[in-house]
């Protein structure tokens, strides 16, 4: 058994690499858990950063795919790949807008 000084004094021992109050009825540990599990959620700032990122995903894979299509004109000789390209690209777009924006909200946990 070791007994520690804490931030709430003498009297607190090491219990299973917890810290345990030996005061009182009510182990010092409890509702830490409770704590962490609130902490893990993104702040309102994490968010908004992670939102902005998300206003470039829809015209970046758009442009590339446009590219793409483009090139794929250029060599085949063909004059409709490149609208294909930009049609797929901006579906892919907002399909991973969409999921990215679930993750971000934690909409996606199961409960």
């Known amino acids: 058994m070791i007994f520690i000084v804490t931030s709430r004094g003498a009297g607190t021992r090491l219990k299973g690499g917890r810290a345990v109050c030996l005061r009182g009825p009510k182990a010092y540990t409890e509702g830490v858990e409770e704590q962490q599990e609130d902490r893990r959620g993104l702040s309102s700032y994490a968010k908004a950063g992670a939102y902005a990122g998300l206003a470039f995903v829809t015209p970046i894979s758009g442009f590339v795919c446009y590219k793409?299509?483009?090139?794929?004109?250029?060599?085949?000789?063909?004059?409709?790949?490149?609208?294909?390209g930009l049609i797929l690209g901006c579906a892919a777009g907002m399909y991973e807008t969409f999921r990215q924006a679930v993750r971000i909200e934690g909409l996606d946990k199961r409960q």
């Open 68 to 84: 793409i299509g483009d090139w794929l004109d250029q060599r085949y000789g063909t004059g409709y790949l490149y609208l294909i």
